[in-house]
């Protein structure tokens, strides 16, 4: 129930905020695939890829993102991963004949908390954004703009079938990720965004499973006084490979 009430604050907050300021509203579709492979008890791989389209759910391309990195794994429920990612906004916003790459060194803590009838999963990230500096609406400038950018992200799942989190069943999904700015050049958006996901998951087996639904992103633009509220479909596959030998 205080994750539910939290909630909903969260989507009151969001859309007190949206009516106040100068707010666009999108549409988009996004998909992602994550996995974590571990070596050994205390090595493992993450890899994330993610594909974004721009507005009305299924026009155009916005964002790619690919995110490798290496975990240290603590025990079976609390991992430490630190490691790169390259994103391309393509077209950046307001130059609609450039791409932006950006380059991002990233930590994180993970963390699991598993119950009779429900799973949790936290994740705390802290990133250091190397944005492309743009010249004009066709032109790449040289340097780059930097900001930290910490995020907290929570899921929740509850089973909807007796036999908890077993293969072919589905869960209840609910997540939530706070997203803050940092750093000198950071002025007026100190809060970045936050995305709001309720949907469902599907158990292709204990480990793996596809988790889908509606989105609700609301951002802050570096302005200040504007806003973007995104209406997103997202559906991404998580995959977690074991390659440790059984003893």
Known sequence: MKYFAWICLTVMVMNAAAQQ???????????????????????????????????????????????????????????????????????????????????RPWQQVYWTMQGKRSRVVNTIRLEERYRRKIKSDDELADGYNFNFRARYNTLLFLPLSRKAFAPNTFSVSMNNELMVNFGKHIVNNYFDQNRLLLGFAYHVNEKDYLQFGYMNLFQQLPAGNRYKMFHVARAYFYHNIDLRKKK
């Open 21 to 103: 300021k100068q707010t666009e509203y999108i549409k988009q579709a996004w998909l992602g695939y994550v996995s974590q492979t571990r070596l050994s008890d205390r090595w493992g791989v993450w890899l994330d890829l993610h594909l974004r389209t721009k507005e009305d759910f299924v026009n155009d391309l916005s964002t790619a993102i690919f995110r490798p990195g290496i975990s240290y794994y603590a025990n079976d429920r609390l991992r430490f991963t630190v490691g790169y990612a390259y994103v391309n906004f393509f077209p950046a916003d307001d130059h609609s004949g450039v791409s932006q790459p950006e380059h």
